[in-house]
């Protein structure tokens, strides 16, 4: 046997078995610790998707953030939609992801579309 693997396996071992203990002396902390990364990634992508609908107004001209959705273009590529992943905590890239498969447009216009009275195409907006 390799002995040299072999140690670098033990201390592994050791080195999980350190953290567990210590997450099992010290439950709380690290649940806060995790529990805050979770909050600023949902607080990030907020903000980010805020920041984006503020650069993307609706081709109407609305430009409200509150009255702006995403619209996935291709329903069949959708993996979440937009706003329930920025309330979750996904990577920063996940989100952009998911963001690039869609156009931003207003709920009126939102409506109409779904309901075939409005026309989008991805050349509109390219
Ligand atoms: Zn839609
Ligand atoms: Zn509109």
């Known amino acids: 046997m390799n002995k040299k693997k072999y140690s ?7 080195n999980r078995a350190s ?4 997450r099992l002396r010290n439950p709380e902390k690290s649940l806060a ?13 907020r ?3 805020r920041e984006y609908k503020e650069n993307h107004p609706c081709r ?18 959708k993996e979440r939609n937009v706003s329930a992943l920025s309330k979750s905590p996904v990577s920063s890239r996940r989100l952009k ?3 690039e498969k ?9 409506r ?6 409005l026309e989008y195409e991805i050349r509109d907006i390219l």
């Open 8 to 14: 670098k396996e033990e201390a592994d071992e050791r």
């Open 102 to 110: 869609c156009i931003v447009i207003c709920s009126n216009c939102h």
């Open 33 to 45: 610790q995790s529990t805050a990364c979770r909050n600023r990634m949902r607080v990030e992508n």
């Open 60 to 77: 109407c001209g609305e430009s409200s953030v509150c009255c702006l959705d995403f619209h996935h273009l291709d329903s069949s590529v």
């Open 47 to 49: 903000l980010f998707i």
């Open 19 to 22: 953290k567990r203990r210590s």
């Open 97 to 99: 992801k998911e963001i």
């Open 112 to 117: 109409k579309l779904h309901n075939g009275e």
